[in-house]
Each structure stands twice: as C-alpha cells, then as structure tokens.
C-alpha cells in the first residue's frame, strides 16, 4: 500500500485571530457604543440635576417677581451660566432648557416652598443610525426634573404676588 503524504500540514493555529477582525467591528457596533452613550447618559442626567438644583437655591432666595421672571435670576442667569460652564457644555442641548417656577404654602400658610421645574432636550453622545429610534442612544432624550425648597424669607414672597 503505498501513502501519499503531504509535506503541508494545515496549521491549527491563527484561525482565531483570522475571525477576530469582522466580530470586533459588531462587538464596537453594537456593545461599546451604546455602553458609550449610555455613560454618557447618566453625567447628562447629572448635569441637569445640578442645573435644577441651582435653580431652586435661587429661587428661594430672590421673590416670586424675579424667580419668574425669564431673564431673571433663575430662569436667566443660572440657565447662562450652566450653559457656559463645563457640564452644560459636555451636555450639548437641542434647545435651551425651559423652567417653570411655581409656589405653594406650608402648613398654617406661613410657610412657603418653590417648586422649580427644568425640562432640558439632549442630543446623544455618540450618533448612532442603527438606533434611531432609541432615545438615548440615536434619538434625542429629555429629562424632566422638579424639586421643591423651603424660601427663607417667605414675606418676600407675599409681598411680591399682592
């Protein structure tokens, strides 16, 4: 019986390596980049949570005339700074953020809280057409976020809205 060998062998090594190339490019697609903007979504949530907080310092600060005033102290000035600092920046919204600045009493009507509401619209970290539906990931996403504080000087307040 006579055997024909090959002087080749196939190698059993680097097929591997020979596969990593087209799944890298669907494990960036699909896994890095969102975990990119979903990072990038919680410093934005973040962002806009010291924004608001901001705000309701503020406002319980100034009287009513002024809180809710568009150019005023709130709704103004902490928006223009905010935006002009490093976190407004890195959130890079759509539009300028709106704030709605509204009062309610305490108990025994002597005390006042302000209630400030910001509504911000952001674009996503990383555009991703695949996901364009997504808010978040492809589509722009708002946040929403009220938060309520006790004015120290609530007969500010009343004299303000008589």
């Known amino acids: 019986m ?9 190698r059993s090594t680097g097929s591997a390596l020979s596969e990593f190339g087209p799944a890298f490019i669907f494990l960036l697609l699909f896994l890095l980049f969102p975990i990119i903007n979903m990072l990038g979504l919680g410093l934005t949530y973040f962002s806009c949570n010291v924004l608001n907080d901001l705000q309701v310092r503020q406002a319980c600060l100034v009287s009513a005339q002024e809180a809710q005033d568009p150019n005023g102290p709130v709704c103004g000035v902490v928006v223009n700074d905010w935006l002009s600092s490093g976190l407004g920046q890195y959130v890079n919204p759509i539009e300028r953020p709106t704030t709605v600045v509204s009062y309610k009493n305490g108990a025994g009507n002597q005390d006042v809280y302000v209630i400030v509401t910001t509504k911000v619209q952001c674009r996503p ?38």
């Open 125 to 162: 970290f990383v555009d991703m057409p695949m996901f364009a539906g997504i808010p978040g990931l492809g589509a722009p996403m708002d946040f929403t976020i009220s938060k309520e504080g006790y004015c120290e000087n609530p007969r500010v307040f009343n004299q303000s809205n008589q």
């Open 2 to 10: 006579i055997r024909l060998t090959s002087k080749r062998r196939k």
